[in-house]
């Protein structure tokens, strides 16, 4: 099975930065995604990460360490519009992605 | 242009029932994915299928029958429809087994 574990919740002040970490264990694992899913909306892919290491995106960079079983996403000067659920999911060699539970993103001013 | 979409938007429909919703998607993808999120907000895959062929079965009821016609449709039919059913049912396709997902936009199944 998987076991995939990330914060329930955060707040963060908008222009601030915020790390969202995710911690996971699991067998055949081939990569790990990040999505974000704005409320009563659809998840929109974010990054992916299968090599060790920071991948950076504009305001967006995920790091992954794989010995560690360890990722996180960072999210830098920080907008209002950035409230929402980032989810992180685990794909395996059996094609399957398994999502963590979320966390839920409040940005205030 | 709507790159995965599903019909219907918002579902309510009595216990017992049996219902279906349709998945599309335009992208050329071939594998695409059903998943269910509860009122909790957890997101679970059901079933995925590439080119045409179940490759993933979660422990789901046998009341949900996924349907593969070709490889831009995969639909999901549902008997006996139960309160527990009720949830947000999400469609994604992904480039092959390994890629990005890209989701429709949610199917809401209220069951009464």
């Known amino acids: 099975g998987q076991n995939i574990d990330q914060p329930t919740e955060m707040t963060a002040t908008e222009g601030a930065i915020v790390q969202i970490n995710c911690t996971y264990q699991?067998?055949?694992?081939?990569?790990l995604f990040w999505y974000q899913q704005h409320a009563g909306e659809a998840p929109t892919f974010l990054s992916y990460n299968v090599l060790d290491g920071l991948e950076e995106k504009g305001r967006f960079s995920s790091f992954l360490s794989r010995s560690k079983g360890y990722s996180y996403l960072l999210l830098k000067e920080l907008q209002m519009k950035d409230s929402a659920s980032y989810l992180c999911a685990v794909h395996t060699n059996a094609g399957k992605s398994t999502f963590g539970d979320g966390t839920t993103l409040t940005v205030k001013p | 242009d709507t790159a995965v979409s599903q019909t219907p938007k918002y579902l309510v429909t009595q216990m017992g029932n049996d219902k279906s919703i349709k998945c599309e998607q335009n992208?050329?993808?071939?594998?695409m994915y059903w998943y269910k999120q509860d009122s909790k907000k957890f997101l679970k895959i059901m079933f995925s299928y590439n080119n045409k062929e179940l490759i993933i079965n979660e422990t789901v009821p046998n009341r949900f029958s996924p349907k593969s016609p070709d490889k831009a449709h995969l639909n999901l039919h549902i008997n006996s429809l139960e309160l527990g059913d009720s949830a947000v049912y999400f469609c994604a396709s992904s480039q092959d087994r390994a890629g990005e997902q890209f989701f429709g936009p949610g199917t809401r199944l209220t069951v009464l």
């Open positions: 699991t067998s055949g694992f081939n990569g």
């Open positions: 992208l050329g993808h071939d594998t």
